[in-house]
């Protein structure tokens, strides 16, 4: 199985701040790796698919980049309404893995 | 708008059995692989299981291959996830999820995930 390494696990920034979050893949995934936003007691939302694709409706201070084995995530200006928890996920091969998450909080 | 509902969760006792059922509408259902997703009390997300859109192809997280029957009726847009041998660790919320447009109609079961459901609680508990 593809063991996703999502680092750090939680963070805390001010309004405003630049937040960047890393993934990395055990093994190359190419360009199959998703992120996601959840938010408390909610289902997960997609943010970015294939590393750096915005889905449709996402706001574009989100964006990722990377491929291989390493990726990042980052939110351009965080706003507090981006207080939720972010995943990556590769699809690259079955079993799907999920990173173990990173808390995003208002400092 | 494309809706997934799940049902079916609940308390049942170590090694029981329960079915979820996810009912989606607002697109064409055989068009598209389903997955189900779950996600332990304040513990990150598992992806369980698998179908493709014709019902075929499902495959299964090793932690419930032997225990999980994931299934799907296409003329009641359900897809289904027979859980039997249920035990503590798999106290969870469980997630019905949609491959994304891009995968519509393609043999990929399994890739990003544009819409979910609600989620349906099961505990596993005596």
């Known amino acids: 199985d593809i063991q996703m390494t999502q680092s750090p696990s939680s963070l805390s920034a001010s309004v405003g701040d630049r937040v960047t979050i890393t993934c990395q893949a055990s093994q190359d995934i190419r360009n199959y790796l998703n992120w996601y936003q959840q938010k408390p007691g909610k289902a997960p939302k997609l943010l970015i698919y294939?590393?750096?694709n915005l889905e449709t409706g996402v706001p574009s201070r989100f964006s990722g980049s990377g491929s291989g084995t390493d990726f990042t995530f980052t939110i351009s200006s965080l706003q507090p309404e981006d207080i939720a928890t972010y995943y990556c996920?590769?699809?690259?091969?079955?079993?799907?893995?999920f990173g173990g998450g990173t808390k995003v909080e208002i400092k | 708008e494309v809706q997934l509902l799940e049902s079916g969760g609940g308390l049942v006792q170590p090694g029981g059995s329960l079915r979820l059922s996810c009912a989606a509408s607002g697109f064409t259902f055989s068009n598209y692989a389903m997955n189900w997703v779950r996600q332990a009390p304040g513990k990150g997300l598992e992806w369980v299981s698998a179908?493709?859109?014709?019902?075929?192809?499902?495959f299964y997280a090793d932690s419930v291959k032997g225990r999980f029957t994931i299934s799907r009726d296409n003329s009641k847009n359900t897809v289904y996830l027979q859980m039997n041998s249920l035990r503590a660790e798999d106290t969870a919320v469980y997630y019905c999820?949609?491959?994304?447009?891009?995968?519509?109609?393609?043999?990929?079961?399994?890739?990003?995930?544009?819409?979910w459901g609600q989620g349906t609680l099961v505990t596993v508990s005596s």
């Open positions: 999820a949609r491959v994304s447009e891009r995968a519509a109609n393609l043999i990929i079961v399994a890739t990003d995930f544009d819409y």
């Open positions: 996920q590769q699809c690259d091969n079955l079993p799907l893995t």
């Open positions: 294939d590393a750096s």
């Open positions: 179908v493709s859109g014709s019902g075929g192809s499902p």
